[in-house]
């Protein structure tokens, strides 16, 4: 049987950590609206946007050219399984962006990439895994996280838009993102947090985006909506703050393990870690929004700026590792020679 082609192999080793980045500056965009910083947030919102489209389009082009169908990847599991990753990561993105474009006042912007997010959603999360039973690294949340994308998602426009069925919706996806994870947990590689190079922090940047929603799933209720009576709320309430605080001692976990191991920091997978360490600061300033906790801000402040500042890493050496790559004209060979 022939091999998949190289855009397929292209789009194999690239679309996740693309898809990666793309959220990890859309989450930083929500996370700095959420501190105040109203102004930097719309830069990183610029970025992510431009980002996406830039994924979208060499997306669009790379796979129709090369003629790659679905079937293309039949017998071929590792790229089944990759393919699917890069698809719900791709969603999650989408859902960020939507969440971004909610907080600056353009809801029926944010509704449409909702729907387009919605769209690949249940295919990708249908497709069963084909690895053999091995464990995983942490790219195993990949549906945890496109689920409760779309849960935080849906919830900010209910609020927006004062739309009870859409908060019920978000609703259900979040308890089916709480399984999901726990199904992902069971598959996932525990000497990742030892031996992992990045990615192995999406363990805590699922719980940080789990709180994450439970915390807009609390604020999109209103005297207007009166979408949870006391019980549930009471529920979402504790189910919400036991997340940040599992969130929390997750990341002190895999914060001392870098210490104790340590791994080379410069890693394309590395775009998750800081997606993680975003994702936990603005999981904290919402949560403190939602139920008035005040010194979580200082915490999610705090966090957000070591975000920042580990964006800003991540995206230098990115750079530089492009640059290395191309020669002016034709790209580098790999090969030997």
Request: aromatic content about 2%; glycine content about 12%; cysteine-free.
């Given at each position: 049987m022939p091999g998949p082609s190289p855009s397929t192999a292209w789009w194999a080793q690239r679309a996740p950590s693309a898809s990666a980045a793309v959220l990890t500056t859309g989450t930083l965009s929500v996370g700095l609206d959420l501190a105040g910083y109203g102004v930097l947030s719309r830069i990183a919102l610029g970025v992510t946007c431009a980002a996406w489209l830039m994924l979208a389009v060499d997306f669009t082009l790379r796979l129709p050219l090369a003629g790659t169908t679905l079937r293309s990847y039949a017998g071929v599991p590792g790229l089944v399984d990759t393919v699917a990753t890069a698809t719900l990561t791709t969603v999650a993105a989408t859902a960020v962006l939507g969440t971004g474009f909610?907080?600056?006042?353009?809801?029926?912007?944010?509704?449409?990439?909702?729907?387009?997010?919605?769209?690949?959603?249940?295919?990708?999360?249908?497709?069963?895994?084909?690895?053999?039973?091995?464990?995983?690294p942490g790219t195993v949340f990949a549906r945890c996280l496109a689920t409760q994308g779309l849960a935080v998602l849906g919830a900010t426009l209910a609020a927006a838009e004062s739309v009870a069925w859409l908060a019920h919706a978000a609703l259900v996806l979040f308890w089916l993102g709480l399984v999901l994870y726990l199904l992902a947990l069971a598959r996932f590689d525990v000497r990742q947090v030892a031996e992992g190079r990045g990615d192995h922090w999406l363990v805590g940047g699922a719980l940080a985006l789990s709180a994450l929603a439970g915390a807009r799933l609390i604020s999109s209720d209103s005297a207007r909506l009166y979408l949870w009576n006391v019980d549930d709320r009471g529920i979402l309430r504790h189910v919400t703050v036991a997340l940040l605080v599992l969130t929390l001692a997750c990341c002190a976990v895999l914060l001392a393990a870098e210490f104790l191991r340590p791994r080379p920091r410069t890693d394309i997978r590395r775009w998750a870690t800081v997606f993680t360490w975003a994702k936990t600061a603005t999981a904290s300033l919402a949560v403190a929004a939602a139920l008035d906790v005040s010194w979580l801000d200082g915490l999610g402040e705090v966090l957000l700026w070591v975000s920042v500042a580990g964006w800003l890493g991540i995206a230098a050496w990115a750079v530089a590792s492009a640059r290395a790559y191309v020669v002016p004209g034709r790209v580098r060979s790999r090969a030997r020679r």
């Open positions: 909610s907080a600056v006042g353009a809801q029926g912007l944010a509704a449409a990439l909702l729907v387009l997010a919605l769209l690949p959603w249940p295919v990708a999360l249908a497709r069963p895994v084909q690895d053999g039973g091995r464990r995983r």
